[in-house]
């Protein structure tokens, strides 16, 4: 029988409370974070949906401000994921309310990579919504230490609080036979995310490295065509596919490889190890953390990364063991339940 990571204790089962829940896109990490606080309090959800342009931003805004002016005395406490333009006035109205108000730092709204025009700080304006939500929020719950070092640099006064992301799949009953695979998976639908995600990296390894096969899961080769038109024999690529596909894939895989350029946590990273995959990642942002000494850490070289992968599964015995007890023990669904149900309960 498949074996599970244990949920909340029973003890924090207290649905007096309620919930405002704020978010964008109903991600994988969002979707786990309203199940958690919903089997403990009574949650609310609101989306507040991602838009362009001005005017249907404050479109949005208007129709949160009547939403929050109506219920913001109907709940306890309200949660957001991301700030962001959707994260300032749950904020405000918690404020003048007397509620707490709890934001989700995940890595977007600390990041600024100007070549690329990533990150929200690029925007003064966008920049001004996330750095403010930060400041006057009740408590930043920041997904890992490269987050909270971000938010403590940008909010000084701010109150913080370490919950790192998590891992929500059932381990497997018996391992799966490894092949020569290497795995990368990401949202890859224009040139930005491709280079954040550090594709062009990835192709040069496999370029390198015949004797492996190189899979990258969730890149749309319509609309990036021009940059997959010269692709190496040993790649394969396949769309976006549902998540409860993806432990399919990492079963299989022998190295996950995330050559990102920004990177706040990593989740698929974190789901590969739970799947003993080895992972190979760079330097940057919280993925050494994540990642610990179950894995290589690297530098962006592909000469250097190709090398390794040929030569590491017969480096470092037990690598993948070390990375499924690392996620378990640190990045369980549990482990982030208990403290997110901690933080709001002892507010």
Same mark, same amino acid.
């Given at each position: 029988?498949?074996?599970?990571?244990?949920?909340?204790?029973?003890?924090?089962?207290?649905?007096?409370?309620?919930?405002?829940?704020?978010?964008?896109?109903?991600?994988? %990490?969002?979707?786990?974070?309203?199940?958690?606080?919903?089997?403990?309090?009574?949650?609310?959800?609101?989306?507040?949906?991602?838009?362009? &342009?001005?005017?249907?931003?404050?479109?949005?805004?208007?129709?949160?401000?009547?939403?929050?002016?109506?219920?913001?005395?109907?709940?306890?406490?309200?949660?957001?994921?991301?700030?962001?333009?959707?994260?300032?006035?749950?904020?405000? %109205?918690?404020?003048?309310?007397?509620?707490?108000?709890?934001?989700?730092?995940?890595?977007?709204?600390?990041?600024?990579?100007?070549?690329?025009?990533?990150?929200?700080?690029?925007?003064? *304006?966008?920049?001004? *919504?996330?750095?403010?939500?930060?400041?006057?929020?009740?408590?930043?719950?920041?997904?890992?230490?490269? @987050? #909270?070092?971000?938010?403590?640099?940008?909010?000084?006064?701010?109150?913080?609080?370490?919950?790192?992301?998590?891992?929500?799949?059932?381990?497997?009953?018996?391992?799966?036979?490894?092949?020569?695979?290497?795995?990368?998976?990401?949202?890859? #639908?224009?040139?930005?995310?491709?280079?954040?995600?550090?594709?062009? @990296?990835?192709?040069?390894?496999?370029?390198?490295?015949?004797?492996?096969? *190189?899979?990258?899961?969730?890149?749309?080769?319509?609309?990036?065509? #021009?940059?997959?038109? #010269?692709?190496?024999?040993?790649?394969?690529?396949?769309?976006?596919?549902?998540?409860?596909?993806?432990?399919?894939?990492?079963?299989?895989?022998?190295?996950?490889?995330?050559?990102?350029?920004?990177?706040?946590? &990593?989740?698929?990273?974190?789901?590969?190890?739970?799947?003993?995959?080895?992972?190979?990642?760079?330097?940057? &942002?919280?993925?050494?953390?994540?990642?610990?000494?179950?894995?290589?850490?690297?530098?962006?070289?592909?000469?250097?990364?190709?090398?390794?992968?040929?030569?590491?599964?017969?480096?470092?015995?037990?690598?993948?063991?070390?990375?499924?007890?690392?996620?378990?023990?640190?990045?369980?669904?549990?482990?982030?339940?208990? @403290?997110?149900?901690?933080?709001?309960?002892?507010?």
């Amino acid at each position: 029988m498949p074996q599970t990571v244990p949920y909340i204790k029973t003890a924090y089962r207290v649905k007096s409370k309620s919930i405002l829940f704020f978010y964008t896109n109903y991600t994988s %990490f969002v979707r786990t974070d309203f199940e958690i606080l919903s089997s403990v309090y009574t949650v609310r959800k609101y989306q507040f949906k991602p838009v362009t &342009g001005l005017v249907n931003t404050a479109v949005e805004l208007i129709k949160q401000f009547w939403f929050l002016a109506l219920n913001i005395w109907k709940c306890d406490a309200v949660f957001t994921w991301f700030a962001d333009y959707h994260s300032l006035l749950p904020v405000l %109205f918690a404020g003048m309310a007397r509620r707490k108000s709890f934001v989700v730092i995940g890595g977007y709204e600390v990041c600024r990579i100007k070549e690329l025009n990533y990150g929200a700080l690029c925007s003064r *304006f966008r920049g001004f *919504f996330c750095v403010k939500s930060m400041q006057w929020c009740s408590l930043n719950l920041t997904v890992s230490k490269y @987050t #909270d070092r971000k938010v403590k640099y940008l909010a000084p006064s701010s109150n913080r609080q370490l919950v790192p992301n998590c891992v929500d799949f059932v381990l497997p009953a018996d391992r799966a036979v490894k092949e020569d695979l290497v795995l990368t998976v990401g949202i890859i #639908d224009t040139k930005r995310s491709f280079l954040l995600k550090g594709i062009d @990296t990835f192709m040069e390894v496999a370029a390198q490295t015949p004797a492996y096969k *190189f899979v990258i899961v969730g890149l749309d080769t319509f609309k990036l065509a #021009d940059l997959v038109s #010269d692709l190496p024999p040993n790649v394969t690529i396949y769309a976006r596919m549902p998540h409860d596909e993806l432990p399919g894939w990492y079963s299989r895989a022998r190295f996950y490889c995330q050559l990102s350029r920004s990177e706040s946590f &990593g989740v698929s990273i974190a789901e590969s190890m739970l799947y003993a995959c080895i992972p190979i990642v760079t330097s940057e &942002g919280g993925m050494p953390e994540l990642v610990g000494d179950a894995g290589y850490i690297v530098r962006r070289d592909a000469a250097v990364i190709s090398h390794l992968i040929s030569g590491a599964a017969a480096g470092r015995p037990g690598l993948e063991s070390a990375g499924v007890k690392r996620i378990v023990e640190n990045f369980s669904r549990s482990k982030r339940g208990e @403290t997110l149900v901690k933080c709001i309960s002892n507010s």
